[in-house]
């Protein structure tokens, strides 16, 4: 940060917030942030609200779920930095929500280059338009149309990004991205859990140049929209469970599978202050028919590992959730994972999630090297394999390999 910043501007403090937390280190990135007011894209929404670490919602359906956002700062950083779009750069992004990424991507590549940003609804690219507009934004613009499709009057791009979620690589787009190009992409691994990915072309596939864990609000009204069943369980308490169409589950069954007997099994493997979940969650994800679900809520006798929820997996109409106990060895304090499952079958599925956890750990858990991802789309596909096919995520139009390095 330069000497004549401000900490009592807001969008000052914000960015050196992302600074200091490793979420922002690019300079053009950083003074986008500094220069773009946050607040001025979010009108009616009180200042605490819009610089806290969370998302806002902007808009809601007809059933009270959020369908458009502008995502947590931290987000917004982490996905800028993987974009690395330089001056004189021609944008594409999927999800134009408040036009507050266009913004500060508009100031990243000035001078000379321009952003497009799609919305589906009209009153979102109106809005978009005005905030940007208002800002001053001279070279970013809102356009209706689906992001999955792109702008193919305006190709090619030197940089694509979605800021909305997809289950599977929108393939109409990657013609439309330039030689040399990048795109960044959240897009679902298998159930609940997704990463952001930073492709670019390996010769006839694709390779990952950046890949952080991050969820979005979903594509919508369009060519791959990734549909979702929210999946509310019977009886006391707001649990829910996030279902997705490739996974084959009985949903009927799990409403009321909390109600049922449950078996609780821990695993001996120990987290620590800091730990990170995402890689027990990927290889989960990975090894497990149905992957992870999101299970989020609160209801008694429910013993989520976070205070939000769970993770759980899922096997026809029986459900096996992650579950958390403290102790204290003489490495100080650790939270022991445990499983606990539910259902006909929810024994046997919280017996082969455990010894899956073991395995994980056995492998190296979190102290092994991080995984590397690649993809191909179409006829490529055939040329991306793995020694262990559970690695092997195919989707109708993608295939994603992940590559676990073993420690030693």
């Given amino acids: 940060m330069t000497a004549s910043t401000d900490p009592t501007n807001p969008d000052e403090a914000l960015a050196k917030r992302l600074v200091d937390s490793g979420h922002l280190h690019s300079q053009a990135a ?26 806002v919602p902007i808009k809601h359906d007809e059933h009270g779920e959020m369908i458009s956002c502008i995502s947590a700062p931290s987000i917004v950083a982490t996905q800028l930095e993987q974009l690395g779009a330089q001056p004189g750069h021609k944008v594409l992004e999927a999800g134009a929500a408040t036009g507050y990424n266009a913004a500060l991507i508009g100031k990243i590549v000035s ?16 809005g978009a338009n005005k905030h940007l507009a208002e800002a001053g934004v001279d070279n970013a613009t809102a356009v209706m149309a689906d992001g999955a499709a ?15 979620g997809a289950g599977d690589v929108p393939v109409k787009i990657l013609d439309q991205l330039a030689p040399g190009g990048r795109l960044v992409l959240p897009m679902r691994i298998r159930g609940s859990i997704s990463r952001s990915f ?59 599978v909390l109600d049922q007997q449950q078996t609780k099994i821990y695993t001996g493997v120990k987290f620590r202050q800091g730990s990170p979940w995402e890689w027990l969650y990927l290889y989960l994800t990975c090894v497990l028919p149905n992957g992870l679900s999101r299970l989020p809520g609160q209801r008694p006798g429910f013993i989520p590992h976070f205070g939000w929820g769970s993770m759980a997996a899922l096997d026809a109409g029986s459900l096996a959730y992650l579950t958390i106990r403290e102790g204290q060895d003489e490495k100080g304090r650790y939270w022991e994972v445990g499983v606990i499952g539910h259902g006909e079958g929810g024994g046997d599925l919280a017996e082969r999630v455990v010894s899956e956890i073991r395995a994980w750990d056995a492998s190296g858990g979190n102290n092994a090297p991080e995984p590397s991802f690649r993809m191909a789309t179409a006829d490529s596909r055939d040329r991306l394999t ?8 195919d989707k109708p139009y993608s295939r994603l390999v992940v590559d676990w390095a073993r420690k030693g």
């Fill in 198 to 256: 930073a492709f670019e072309r390996d010769g006839d596939t694709w390779k990952t140049v950046s890949c952080e864990m991050a969820t979005f609000i979903p594509l919508r009204k369009g060519v791959c929209n990734d549909v979702y069943t929210l999946v509310p369980m019977a009886g006391e308490g707001n649990v829910r469970l996030e279902t997705f169409s490739e996974q084959d589950v009985d949903r009927d069954a799990l409403r009321t």
């Fill in 111 to 126: 001078p000379g280059g321009q952003v497009w940003t799609l919305d589906v609804d009209q009153d979102l690219v109106a």
């Fill in 386 to 393: 793995a020694d262990d096919a559970r690695f092997v995520v």
């Fill in 30 to 55: 950083i003074d986008a942030f500094r220069t773009t007011d946050r607040h001025a894209f979010l009108p009616g929404v009180d200042l605490a609200s819009a610089y806290k670490e969370d998302a």
């Fill in 150 to 164: 792109g702008l193919p009057e305006h190709a090619p791009y030197d940089r694509i990004i979605f800021t909305v």
